[in-house]
Each structure stands twice: as structure tokens, then as C-alpha cells.
């Protein structure tokens, strides 16, 4: 399995970014997708996720209302768009994949697979 995150950069406070995670070695139309993100000196942080189909997105509350995930199943591609960047949203943003299930699952250890990370730094 490979999980290979872009999209990041370096942005001002108010920015927007879209984040792409392409999955290949995977039945991707079978798992659930999930970010997450670790700033410096801090723990992993859970971030989204979408189910196989699409369904039963969850978000943090600190990312609620600015951020959106989804994804293309043909494409095998996962995606967060980031609106209203804040300079706390600076992070090592990962995607996640494992076997979908019902129910929240935010702990990173519920998750098998993991991809590279995407560095995200927003500026005040």
C-alpha cells in the first residue's frame, strides 16, 4: 500500500489549500480515507475522514466549517480543501486509509496505512 500526500506550502493566514493524497496498492473504492496532522512537538492530531462511498464524513472541531474532504474513487485520490487557513493549522498534514467501518475512528492507531506527509505552513 502507498499513500502519497502533495498539495502543501507555505501560505498567509486567510489562504486556502488543497490537499491530494493518490492511493495505489489498495482496493481504494474499499476503505476509508482519513487526515491528520502533527505540528511541532505535538501529538498527531485527527483532522477528517470519509468512508468508501463518501458517506459519513467527520471533521475536528478545530477544522469544522474550513476544511472539506472528499474523494474520487476513479482516481483513487483523497482530497482536503483547506479555506481560512490560520497560522495554528500549521502541521505535517498525513492521509490515512484503512478497511471502512461505521462510526468515528479518530485515533491514529486505528489506522493501518499511512502516507509520506505533506508539510503546511501558514504565516500571520
Known amino acids: 500500500v502507498q499513500l502519497q500526500a502533495c498539495g502543501g506550502g507555505l501560505v498567509q493566514a486567510g489562504d486556502f489549500l488543497r490537499l491530494s493524497c493518490a492511493a495505489s496498492?489498495?482496493?481504494?473504492?474499499?476503505?476509508?480515507m482519513g487526515w491528520f496532522r502533527q505540528a511541532p512537538g505535538k501529538e498527531r492530531e485527527y483532522v477528517a475522514q470519509?468512508?468508501?462511498?463518501?458517506?459519513?464524513?467527520y471533521y475536528a472541531d478545530s477544522v469544522k466549517g474550513r476544511f472539506t474532504i472528499s474523494r474520487d474513487n476513479a482516481k483513487s485520490t483523497v482530497y482536503l480543501q483547506m479555506n481560512s487557513l490560520k497560522p495554528e493549522d500549521t502541521a505535517v498534514y498525513y492521509c490515512?486509509?484503512?478497511?471502512?467501518?461505521?462510526?468515528?475512528?479518530?485515533?491514529?492507531?486505528?489506522?493501518?496505512?499511512w502516507g509520506q506527509g505533506t508539510q503546511v505552513t501558514v504565516s500571520s
Open positions: 496498492g489498495l482496493a481504494f473504492s474499499s476503505y476509508a
Open positions: 490515512a486509509a484503512k478497511h471502512d467501518a461505521p462510526g468515528l475512528q479518530p485515533q491514529s492507531s486505528e489506522w493501518p496505512y
Open positions: 470519509i468512508r468508501r462511498r463518501g458517506g459519513n464524513i
